[in-house]
């Protein structure tokens, strides 16, 4: 039986381990950091906190992928989902094998999500955005477990957003469209 390493989010969180468990793998868990992927036939992170150093990279059999919530090169790092809001950029969920970046390495596959700006919160956009990614990752699990895909380089330089970046004033329950407005108006030129 192949073994899979899941980083990040568990089973309260994602229906994926038990979907890939349900492929014939079995999969351990861990939200902690590691020091050796070499015990895994592949590395899956999907909401893990840390950041892979490239010497721990080094030690997976194949390519580490990672389930990240951004249209990729757009809105790596923390809150694609705001940023893509705020910055106009293109909303969506990326699969794509870490390199020594932060989300920029090659992408196995991606999709678009249109996010209604005054229907959406911020939370409920997120919620969404988790639940395109866990289908963009079903849809395409055959290959991605089975290693028969082939990576795209990510295009352009896109953008890279850290929590220290998040304006003050707005709270993930506030609709998205009248939020961004607002917080547009009131930003420091």
Same mark, same amino acid.
């Given at each position: 039986? =192949?073994?899979?390493?899941?980083?990040?989010?568990?089973? $309260?969180? $994602?229906?994926?381990?038990?979907?890939?468990?349900?492929?014939?793998?079995?999969? &351990?868990?861990?939200?902690?950091?590691? $020091?050796?992927? /070499?015990?895994?036939?592949?590395?899956?992170?999907?909401?893990? *906190?840390?950041?892979? =150093?490239?010497?721990?990279?080094?030690?997976?059999?194949?390519?580490?992928?990672?389930?990240?919530?951004?249209?990729?090169?757009?809105? *790596?790092?923390?809150?694609?989902?705001?940023?893509?809001?705020? &910055?106009?950029?293109?909303?969506?969920?990326?699969?794509?094998?870490?390199?020594? +970046?932060?989300?920029?390495?090659?992408?196995?596959?991606?999709?678009?999500?249109?996010?209604?700006?005054?229907?959406?919160?911020?939370?409920?956009?997120?919620? *969404?955005?988790?639940?395109?990614?866990? %289908?963009?990752? *079903?849809?395409?699990?055959?290959?991605?477990?089975?290693?028969?895909?082939? /990576?795209?380089?990510? %295009?352009?330089? +896109?953008?890279?957003?850290?929590?220290?970046?998040?304006?003050?004033?707005?709270?993930?329950?506030?609709?998205?469209?009248?939020?961004?407005?607002?917080?547009?108006?009131?930003?420091?030129?």
């Amino acid at each position: 039986m =192949k073994k899979l390493l899941f980083l990040g989010y568990d089973k $309260t969180q $994602t229906g994926l381990i038990e979907f890939i468990e349900q492929q014939g793998w079995q999969v &351990d868990h861990t939200a902690e950091l590691v $020091t050796d992927f /070499s015990a895994y036939d592949l590395v899956v992170s999907f909401g893990c *906190r840390h950041i892979l =150093k490239a010497s721990l990279l080094a030690t997976a059999r194949r390519p580490v992928l990672n389930l990240h919530i951004a249209y990729l090169p757009w809105n *790596r790092g923390t809150h694609p989902l705001f940023w893509a809001a705020y &910055d106009g950029t293109p909303a969506g969920v990326t699969i794509h094998e870490i390199d020594k +970046g932060v989300d920029t390495g090659p992408i196995c596959f991606q999709q678009k999500v249109t996010i209604d700006p005054l229907q959406e919160t911020f939370a409920s956009g997120y919620e *969404r955005l988790l639940a395109e990614i866990e %289908q963009l990752f *079903r849809q395409h699990a055959t290959d991605l477990l089975a290693g028969h895909y082939t /990576s795209q380089p990510q %295009q352009g330089t +896109g953008s890279v957003k850290r929590v220290s970046n998040l304006p003050k004033g707005f709270k993930w329950s506030d609709l998205i469209g009248p939020t961004i407005k607002r917080l547009r108006e009131n930003a420091d030129v």
